[in-house]
């Protein structure tokens, strides 16, 4: 059985959850990535079974990556869920998730929603998916292979609202001084909302809030308003500084 990795990470925390769960499997793993600019759909073979992994981008599923899972045709193909947040909640975009996940025809058998770093407050989920997390994501893909083997293909009780909450503003990023026009993030960019004759240029409207443009500049040249991102953090301070367990449902 073929394990397909189906990833939208722009800044590594989702990949290496994603990871930490298909190489679990045990199975020959092809990867899809989601978050490359011109990604333009893909089949699937209806014996394999899909990790399909999307941060939390304040409590939904980012609509870029929902939009392309929807290109992807499952042919009947099992299918783990993966929703990856900064400590704080998943909300709904576990059940956004696995609703377009069916609607592709793929066949949900178990989800988690899993913590990893949070993206623009690094203080918090610092380091994560830390030993403890890759643990419990093994023992959790250890316990898909288990019900994969009881040839039990039930779906289990995502959780979740319809419809889904409402999407709120995002933070873009802008080049400083420190910018050379290297292109790197412009390259990078999932949506192309970076110019390529001109990275200094961003179109705010474009711009999906994702941060990946920050994580791959060489320079370290982009950055978020200082304020907004103070403000950010001491919102998430009490809801963010407890560390909270990775939730399986299977």
Known sequence: MRTYKIVFSPTGGTE???????????????TVDLSTQNFSGCNLTDDGIA????????GRAPKTAIDRLKTVKANGAKAVVVAVYGNREQEDTLIEMADTAK?????????I???????????Y????????????????AKSIIKKMQASADTEPNIPGNRPYKKSGPGLVPKATSSCT???????????????????????KKACIN?????????????????????????????????????????
């Open 16 to 30: 290496k959850v994603a990871s930490i769960i298909a190489n679990a499997l045990g199975a020959e793993i092809e």
């Open 51 to 58: 990790v399909i992994a999307m941060p939390s981008f304040g």
């Open 103 to 111: 609607a592709c025809g793929f066949k949900v058998v178990a989800g």
């Open 113 to 123: 929603s899993a913590v990893a770093e949070h993206s623009i407050a690094h203080q």
């Open 125 to 140: 989920a610092t380091g994560r998916p830390d030993d403890i997390d890759a643990q419990q994501l093994t023992e959790f």
């Open 181 to 203: 026009a290297c292109g790197i993030c412009a390259e990078k960019c999932p949506v192309g909302a970076i110019d390529k004759s001109n990275p200094k240029k961003t179109d």
């Open 210 to 250: 994702c941060m990946r443009c920050m994580i791959v500049c060489p320079q370290n040249a982009r950055k978020v308003n200082g304020t907004m991102v103070k403000l950010v953090g001491v919102a998430l301070k009490k809801p963010c500084s407890i560390r909270k367990d990775n939730k399986i449902f299977i």
